[in-house]
């Protein structure tokens, strides 16, 4: 579905990703570790074309692809339901009202309130929800589980693992461990811009224990 | 796509007019004619260059600029020109009433190209002005980002001082305190204030910061201003624009704490102080109001500060 060969990037001379080679297949589930300034966010953004790269990344044929940034933005005064319309006009969709407040019922969010006075959580399941209203081939989730509530997590993953079902491609990127060891079905590990790592079938205290033992500089506390 | 968009921040600007309530658009629309007006009796170029430092701030610190890439991957680029084509409405109008039609054209070329510029990370941070006072971070901070507006600002006093024009130095003076003014109305961090070992403490550095800061931040310009005719008069204007705008900052450090949350009623606040500012520093018997608002805020500051502690 989507093949990365030699991406490579660098910020004035400073090397944030290094030949990265990655192979995503449909119908799976993909999560990335790496400590911060690793290059998870930059290989994200490299995907979705925000940033120049070297290398070469391709896309089986045309697919939509969705982007989950790790820092929400939105326009001041403009409400939930506002937001989630330009969104979904942007991407040249119709808006059904009904959807958008059925689907509601699971988020609960005030969506007649302006969005930049939500709580970090709501913000975070109004980007999702908003998400999940576009019907994408393949989703890029920037650390979607930061700043979200329990309910916002339970609805993640629920989502996650209903795409991979309908055979949709989800990558995604997180520091708590058990969230990647409980859905994903590869796991690899970015360590100063390189892959090198793959915790496939690990399980989360294996994991803490090999990158703390391998590629941390503490081995214990 | 151009129209959705057009229409969100048509939305926006309507709905953020209508938070503000009539008098304080009638406030904030004064003021921009006032400098629309001070604009249009300077050389054109200047008003070229005020365009260039504005959209070359905005273009590199845009908050929504991965929203609106992921949403329009290929005509993002548009949507900002949109936007420094409605900025330049009124810097196109200034030029008309003159008829300097080569700089309409220049303005005009500078709101289709500057989006096309990448908005590349810089191989270095961007430094902050030197000499700045230790601890006051916000200062810092405003000084690094706003460095190439304080630049172009530097350009255009150095200008106005050679070419004798007080007005453009003045406007130049109100613009500068006015932008960093609004780069101090940071949210607080309410942990940092556990790190004071009182109010009285915290208010007294705030004071110390606004005064030896405002001195490294307006001295160039203000020095600008005493060049363009060098009198003791001139000096007394110095003075007082110095004085006003310390209290300036001041005053505007003390509305953190008096209103944290940073809403509508802080924006009206900054408004409000920012013209009485611009009044005191311009009829200097208002410097005494502006003291009187001052010492109300720092007392209004003291006991919030007090009840955060305790």
């Known amino acids: ?221 | 796509m151009l129209n959705q968009y057009i229409k969100l921040r048509l939305k926006t600007i309507y709905r953020l007019c209508k938070a503000i309530g009539f008098f304080a658009c009638a406030v904030i629309l004064t003021l921009f004619v006032t400098l629309v007006l001070a604009l249009s009796r300077n050389p054109p170029y200047m008003t070229a260059l005020l365009y260039v430092a504005v959209i070359i701030t905005l273009h590199f610190s845009r908050p929504d600029a991965t929203f609106l890439q992921t949403y329009f991957p290929t005509s993002f680029k548009r949507l900002y020109i949109v936007d420094y084509l409605t900025i330049a409405v009124p810097f196109i109008g200034i030029l008309l009433t003159s008829k300097d039609f080569p700089y309409i054209g220049i303005i005009l070329l500078l709101a289709f190209a500057i989006p096309l510029i990448p908005k590349k990370q810089l191989p270095f941070q961007l430094p902050t002005m030197p000499f700045l006072s230790d601890g006051s971070y916000v200062y810092q901070r405003a000084g690094r980002l706003l460095l190439p507006f304080y630049a172009i600002s530097l350009l255009v006093a150095a200008i106005g001082a050679y070419i004798g024009n007080n007005n453009l130095v003045i406007v130049v003076n109100i613009t500068t305190a006015a932008t960093f003014g609004i780069m101090l109305c940071l949210k607080i961090n309410r942990q940092y204030i556990f790190n004071y070992v009182s109010a009285s403490h915290a208010i007294k550095l705030k004071c110390k910061h606004a005064f030896a800061n405002t001195s490294i931040i307006m001295m160039p310009i203000l020095v600008c201003l005493l060049l363009v005719s060098p009198s003791w008069l001139q000096m007394g204007i110095c003075l007082s624009f110095y004085i006003n705008c310390s209290m300036l900052f001041l005053q505007l450090e003390m509305l953190r704490f008096i209103c944290p949350e940073q809403d509508l009623s802080a924006l009206i606040a900054y408004i409000v102080l920012t013209c009485l500012f611009v009044l005191s520093a311009m009829v200097p018997i208002f410097t005494f109001a502006s003291l009187s608002v001052t010492v109300i805020m720092a007392f209004r500051a003291h006991s919030s500060i007090n009840k955060m502690l305790c």
């Not at chain 1, 689907?103 to 007649?112: C, M, Q, V």
């Not at chain 1, 058990?178 to 970015?190: A, E, M, R």
């Open chain 1, 1 to 221: 579905m989507l093949e990365i060969k030699n991406l490579s990037k660098k910020y004035s001379g400073k090397t944030v990703l290094d030949n990265i080679c990655y192979t995503f297949e449909s119908g799976k589930i993909y999560g990335i570790m790496g400590e911060n300034g690793a290059g998870k966010s930059t290989l994200f953004r490299c995907i979705m074309h925000l940033e120049k790269f070297d290398g070469d990344i391709s896309v089986s044929h045309p697919r939509k692809i969705g982007y989950l940034s790790d820092t929400p933005f939105f326009y001041s005064f403009v409400t939930g339901m506002e937001y989630i319309e330009f969104c979904l006009k942007a991407s040249n969709l119709p808006i059904d009202k009904q959807k958008v407040i059925t689907l509601n019922e699971k988020f609960a969010l005030p969506l007649e309130r302006y969005a930049t006075n939500y709580s970090m959580g709501m913000k975070k399941r109004l980007m999702i929800m908003t998400l999940m209203l576009q019907d994408y081939d393949l989703v890029v989730l920037d650390e979607p589980f930061n700043g979200l509530d329990l309910a916002g997590v339970i609805l993640l993953k629920q989502w996650i693992k209903q795409m991979k079902e309908e055979g949709k491609c989800i990558i995604l990127s997180s520091h708590i461990i058990s969230s990647l060891t409980d859905i994903c079905d590869d796991i690899s590990y970015i360590h100063n811009g390189k892959t090198v790592a793959n915790f496939t079938g690990k399980s989360a205290n294996e994991i803490e224990m090999e990158i703390s033992k391998f590629y941390l500089e503490f081995s214990q506390i």
